[in-house]
């Protein structure tokens, strides 16, 4: 599903954001990335929703080689990578449904299929019974939700969380997360960034440490040692 082969990314005299990283994720597989801030995980990102090109290495996501891929066919990649932000980048003029479903009336879907699928999608997150409220209406762990809802509603192939949990207190920070998982189940690579050691911990899901732009750790639903960040 995402392959990256010995990727450098360089962006001025000071050193490689990111150098010689390998890394291999499996389809529908659930992974959380691990850094400080500076250690090279939104570069990462950014490579993989070809924001930024490598320096030098290889990348191939769900078949396609980024090598060949032309600027004119970047929205169909995207397409198939979903993304969540720490700050929701909700439309405040927009309902909950309308949130949703601006994402699918932007590629063009027709309105019975947009009423048609957005009630699943606000099914899957927990929101029933919110669709006609606004994001100053929510709580910010709603917030969240709805901007995973409108992230996987495309049903993307993967779903980049970058910091979801950043500003919601545990108890909001767990709702989303266990919807990240419900989103995982239904078959979506998961790709999760986070400083919360006490979620990197009970999730008991791969993780892979970033430090100075390298992979220094990779471990397999085993726990956590937060020293090695």
């Avoid at 990102?45 to 490598?54: A, G, I």
């Avoid at 809802?149 to 949990?165: G, N, S, W």
């Avoid at 207190?169 to 266990?178: G, L």
């Amino acid at each position: 599903m995402i392959l990256l082969d010995r990727v450098t990314k360089t962006y001025n005299k000071k050193g490689p954001a990111i150098e010689r990283i390998n890394l291999h994720v499996e389809n529908k597989e659930f992974v959380v990335i691990v850094g400080q801030s500076g250690a090279g995980k939104s570069t990462l990102l950014k490579l993989l929703t070809r924001e930024e090109k490598p320096t030098s290495g290889k990348i191939i996501v769900g078949g396609i080689d980024y090598e060949r891929l032309r600027d004119r066919d970047i929205p169909y990649l995207r397409r198939k990578i979903g993304t969540v932000f720490q700050d929701f980048k909700l439309l405040p003029n927009k309902t909950v449904f309308e949130n949703i479903a601006f994402a699918l009336e932007i590629v063009g879907m027709g309105n019975r299929e947009i009423r048609h699928t957005v009630p699943k999608v606000i099914d899957l997150v927990g929101l029933k019974g919110k669709e006609d409220n606004y994001p100053n209406e929510l709580s910010g762990g709603e917030r969240q939700r709805v901007a995973i809802a409108r992230a996987v509603v495309r049903q993307p192939k993967i779903l980049i969380a970058d910091e979801p949990t950043g500003n919601l207190d545990p108890k909001h920070a767990w709702d989303v997360i266990r919807v990240l998982e419900k989103v995982n189940k239904h078959g979506t690579t998961v790709l999760l960034t986070t400083h919360n050691m006490d979620i990197v911990n009970k999730l008991k899901r791969r993780v892979v440490t970033i430090r100075d732009g390298k992979v220094v750790g990779d471990r397999a639903s085993a726990g956590y040692n937060k020293q090695v960040v």
